[in-house]
Structures are given as structure tokens and as C-alpha cells.
């Protein structure tokens, strides 16, 4: 933002109509509406967007280890399309993250940068974890099957959950909580099958967060 | 209860949408002038003229950064101004139940 007028140097426009209850009700809630929906990156459609990428994302992994006996971990072309479609889904977020926080500065965008840095740290933790497992001799189901679609999807979830609770965001924390139950219930389902179980169950799980979040923006306020 | 209970200072609709518009960012952080003025479509002068009314009554709070064209300035609810704006929005709704 370049040279924003001095405050001091106002003119004197005026906008003292009186508002009638009803209409500053209604006036009140469009504006917080709409303020909400400006300021907040998150949105139904980026939730869409995660569910495909869910599904595509681990449905590719799937689709390359499903017939492997003994189990030998993704394929690269399996990689390929996982890594191919995460970018994608990180590029989104941070295009629709920049766009609402145009603008906006203190706490809480230190705060995010420090969240950012944590899960960062976190998630290459999970890749270190994995390295020692198969330095110790784990078996390739375990280290690149189970091990590793699981503690990436309990990082992801958990992390996500204790930010929704101090944020009070119980949407977000129904969210994660439902991920990491998601990530813990797919790894009964073995080397090949965690893949299938994840991608699936990830995407039924942002399907409804996205049709939640579309209501609720939908849906009227009664505070006011 | 009649509408003269409410802050006349909030009571305005391009102030209404000012507070309301802070409020929906969280305690402590601050708005750029021009994101403001974009979100709610005031002329430059006519926010202004709002902004130090507001700013005024200890409703928000304004800092300017830098100089020239490359000046920033910001505006965020103070404690006292999301204290209003709460009571506005009681007392609107008990005014709306009163109806």
C-alpha cells in the first residue's frame, strides 16, 4: 500500500443517516459476513480442491504398489503424481493465504509464520524417523508403507488440532480430529492397503468439511 | 428501549461496517487503509472522516509507517472500541426482540 492520505487532513464528508434496528441488524451481519470471508483464506472450495487431492494423491500411490509381492514401497511414477498434485494443493493455499492477508499485520501473522516453521519442522521429523526405521532393518511395508502415510497423516492432524482448539475454530478441530482417526484406523489395513483406505476416507471426510463450510456461510446468524 | 440507546458514534452505517469489519480480524492485529477501504467502498476522505471520529473516542487505533509513497497506515480495534461494538450488538438485539 503506497502513500495512504494523512488521517490528520481529512475532508468532511459525512454519513450520519440514521439506521433503522433492523437495518443496522442486517447491516452488521452482510459486514461481518463479508469481512469473515475476505480475511479468512479457507474456503469451500479449497476444501474441494484438498478432496481431490487426497484421493488423487494416494489413489496414484495405491494404484503403484497394489500388485507388488513382496511390498517394495511407491513407485516413481507414483511419486511423481503424489508430489505433482501436494504442490499443487500447497501452491493454492498459499495463493488463496496471501490474497486474504493482504494488508493485514501483528500477532497473529507472526504467529502463523511461527505455526508454518513448527509443522515444518514436525513433518521432516516424520521423513528422519523413517530413514532410521529402515537404517534398524524395518521391513519396506512398515518404513514406506504403513510408517509413513500414517505419522505424515497424525502430524498433519494433530498439529491442526491443538491450533483449532486454542483458536476455539470447532469446525477445524472436528477436522482433524476426524484425520487423525482416519490415519490411525488405515493402518490396519496393511502396507497396500493403508494407501486405498486414506485416500478414500480423506476424501469423504473434506467432502463433508467442505459442504459444512458452505452451509455455514450460508446458513443466517442469530447473535443479531 | 428505543434506538437512541445505541453509540451513536457505531450507530452510522459507514462506521458500523468500520468496527464491524475490524472485529473480524483477532485482538491485536491491524488493517491497511487501502485493504479497508477496499473491503468497504468509501471514498479516501469519507473513511478518513470516519476513521478519526472512531479514533477519537479511543475506538481504534491508527499507525503510520514510513513516509512519502511509500507511507503504510494501519487501524485496529482497541480494547475499549470491540467492547462497543459488542454492547451495540446487545442492545440491537434487545431492541430486535422488543419489535
Known sequence: ?224 | MTADTLDPLIHAPARLQIMATLAALPDGDALSFTRLQDMIRLTPGNLITHLRRLEDADYLTSEKTGAGPASRTSVALTHRGRAALDDYTETLRGLLNGL
Open chain 1, 1 to 224: 500500500m503506497n502513500g495512504t492520505p494523512d488521517m490528520s487532513s481529512a475532508e468532511s464528508y459525512g454519513d450520519e443517516r440514521g439506521l433503522d434496528p433492523r437495518e443496522a441488524a442486517q447491516l452488521l451481519d452482510r459486514t461481518q459476513r463479508q469481512a469473515q470471508r475476505e480475511l479468512d483464506f479457507r474456503s469451500p472450495w479449497l476444501s474441494l480442491l484438498a478432496a481431490a487431492v487426497a484421493l488423487l494423491a494416494f489413489g496414484a500411490i495405491w494404484l503403484s504398489v497394489r500388485g507388488q509381492h513382496p511390498y517394495k514401497g511407491p513407485t516413481p511414477a507414483g511419486l511423481i503424481v503424489l508430489y505433482a498434485v501436494v504442490l499443487i494443493r500447497i501452491g493454492t493455499v498459499l495463493y488463496a493465504y496471501r490474497r486474504a492477508t493482504v494488508g493485514v499485520s501483528g500477532h497473529s501473522v507472526r504467529r502463523r509464520q511461527a505455526e508454518g516453521a513448527a509443522l515444518g519442522v514436525a513433518l521432516l521429523a516424520v521423513y528422519v524417523v523413517m530413514a532410521a526405521l529402515a537404517h534398524a532393518g524395518a521391513s519396506d511395508g512398515v518404513v514406506y508403507g504403513v510408517y509413513v502415510s500414517t505419522a505424515t497423516l497424525l502430524v498433519l492432524g494433530v498439529f491442526w488440532a491443538a491450533r483449532s482448539a486454542v483458536r476455539e475454530d470447532w469446525q477445524g478441530l472436528g477436522l482433524s480430529i476426524a484425520i487423525v482417526l482416519v490415519a490411525a484406523g488405515s493402518a490396519f489395513a496393511g502396507p497396500r492397503g493403508v494407501w486405498l483406505s486414506d485416500g478414500v476416507a480423506l476424501c469423504i471426510v473434506l467432502l463433508a468439511y467442505s459442504a459444512a463450510q458452505a452451509w455455514l456461510l450460508r446458513a443466517p446468524r442469530s447473535d443479531t
